[in-house]
Nanobody
Framework: QVQLVESGGGLVQSGGSLILSCTAS????????LGWFRQAPGKEREFVAT????????YYADSGRGRFAIWRDNAKATVYLQMNSLKTEDTAVYYC???????????????????WGQGTQVTVSS
């Protein structure tokens, strides 16, 4: 069983930045594809960014491309999401996800991931 714990959410003004972190409790962290997803009230959970187990491949939703960056630190069993130029429409609960089956990052869908964190709230004010 993989446990994921997100942190770093909060209230930020439009145009501001945040860095989200997600730490996993698994010794084979380096073998897992990882992802960030978000869910706004009344909306379905949507893909934000994913990174492959090798960190060689990253994928971004159009909404965040150029503003968001995902990276991982295997030594710390942590994946990060840097969010710049935040907009009010980025307001959502952000979830970290992990899976060690092949191709999860490239799939870019919530259904591709088996393990999930509890989420961290990001609120962007105008």
């Amino acid at each position: 069983q993989v446990q994921l714990v997100e942190s770093g959410g909060g209230l930020v003004q439009s145009g501001g930045s945040l860095i989200l972190s997600c730490t996993a409790s698994v010794r084979t962290f380096s073998t897992y594809d990882l992802g960030w997803f978000r869910q706004a009230p009344g909306k379905e959970r949507e893909f934000v960014a994913t990174i492959s187990w090798s960190a060689g491949n990253t994928y971004y939703a159009d909404s965040g491309r150029g503003r968001f960056a995902i990276w991982r630190d295997n030594a710390k069993a942590t994946v990060y999401l840097q969010m710049n130029s935040l907009k009010t429409e980025d307001t959502a609960v952000y979830y970290c996800a992990a899976d060690n089956r092949m191709g999860r990052a490239q799939a870019m869908g919530a259904a591709a991931f088996s393990y999930w964190g509890q989420g961290t709230q990001v609120t962007v004010s105008s």
